[in-house]
């Protein structure tokens, strides 16, 4: 195969300084990076292309001898990636070279402290009709961002973090224990393999600073609570020019003051007065999209449910639309004029009379039931 131009591969020119070629590589590297573009070979080859380029180019030796012979000039002893030895280990790899970077060139192969940053949650409460309809949020997320100072690095700006001396840069000491040397992560620098002795005013060193993100966020309809969304790449910054975490929204339905949802149903309890349910009449009752007329027949019980089809929610995850389930309760009058009183005695007496209890089938299938209860006691 033959080799691209490595100023080409870094899209600079021969003359471009070399802290513009950091800058050229780093873009490329966190464009064609694995973690971003999983199971693209082609990513894949670029990113090691890029990686090849930026050892070279980054090293005055090797560049030197490029910029005279070409690839040629690189055939011996050039080692790492100008050997094309790639052994697989993107992390490994994408370490190296960015502690490089952010070294400074301090000189030799040192552990890397790229991280991918942490993910986030994000609670959200919606309404049921935002649930339901799907809606469009905007969200405020307190978060890590790269330092803009220091470009993320941490150093101030001109300055540059320095291999750390204990572990020479390695991030890695050895410890001898009985007859076995142990590696441990270094105490010094824990394990970033280099030290900032002149840190970035904005960030403290941090390389990251916080920053308040306003997001938009398309909540698709028939969402319930616990259902999660995930923003890719909107959680916190990497930490030295690391891939950035994901944002999770979870979802958090609020209380409805009418309706009660479970799952793709929805429940509304409708009062009802008894002489309504007694002789039977239309009620209008409330849908999220609107009212609607219910038919109640003659002699309804109270709790008596009413299955509205198609006016429940039609679930994220596709599926039937469920119903609404409309559950009439009997309200006892109260506030009552003493006409109305009597009135309600003389019905009373009207349906007790000589009737046999018919007009109560309930009451009195419950009483002789009492009854008998007290009789078997005895
Ligand atoms: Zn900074
Ligand atoms: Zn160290």
Redesign the pocket.
């Known amino acids: 195969m033959s080799k691209r131009d490595y100023y080409e591969v870094l899209g600079v020119s021969r003359d471009t300084s070399d802290r513009d070629i950091k800058k050229a590589y780093r873009r490329m590297a966190m464009k064609f990076h694995p973690d971003r573009n999983p199971g693209d070979a082609e990513a894949e080859d670029k990113f090691k292309e890029v990686n090849e380029a930026y050892e070279v180019l980054s090293d005055a030796q090797k560049k030197a001898a490029y910029d005279q012979y070409g690839h040629a000039g690189l055939e011996q002893g050039a080692g790492g990636f100008g050997g094309g030895g790639f052994d697989g280990s993107f992390s490994d790899i994408f370490g190296d070279v960015f502690g490089d970077i952010f070294g400074g060139g301090g000189g030799g192969r040192r552990r890397s402290s790229v991280q991918r940053g942490a993910d986030l949650r994000y609670n959200l409460d919606l309404s049921l009709e935002e649930a339901v309809r799907g809606v469009e949020k905007s969200i405020k997320v307190p978060t890590l961002v790269p330092?803009d100072?220091?470009d993320g690095s941490?150093a101030k700006p001109g300055t540059s973090a320095k291999a750390c001396g204990t572990c020479g840069g390695h991030g890695q000491v050895r410890m001898q224990q009985g007859f076995f040397s142990v590696q441990q992560t270094c105490p010094t620098c824990r394990g970033e393999g280099k030290v900032i002795s002149d840190p970035?005013g904005?960030?403290r060193g941090h390389?990251r600073v916080e920053k308040v993100k306003t997001l938009s966020v398309k909540i698709p309809p028939g969402v319930d609570t616990g259902d999660r969304i995930r923003l890719s790449g909107e959680g916190e910054a990497g930490s030295h020019g690391g891939p950035a975490g994901d944002l999770y929204v979870q979802v958090n339905v609020q209380q409805h003051p009418i309706f009660e949802r479970d799952g793709r149903n929805l429940y509304c309890e409708v009062p009802i007065s008894f002489v309504d349910a007694a002789l039977g009449g239309e009620l209008e009752v409330p849908t999220l999209d609107g009212r609607v007329k219910l038919r109640v027949p003659a002699e309804t019980q109270t709790g008596k449910l009413f299955r509205l089809r198609g006016k429940g929610v039609s679930p994220v995850r596709g599926g039937p639309t469920g119903d609404l389930l409309v559950r009439v309760v009997i309200e006892t009058p109260v506030h009552l004029t003493s006409r109305q009183k009597e009135l309600l005695k003389e019905f009373q007496q009207a349906t007790e009379e000589g009737s046999d209890h018919k007009h109560s089938p309930k009451k009195t299938s419950f009483f002789d039931s009492v009854k008998q209860f007290f009789e078997d006691m005895t």
């Open positions: 330092c100072t220091c941490g970035c904005s960030c390389g």
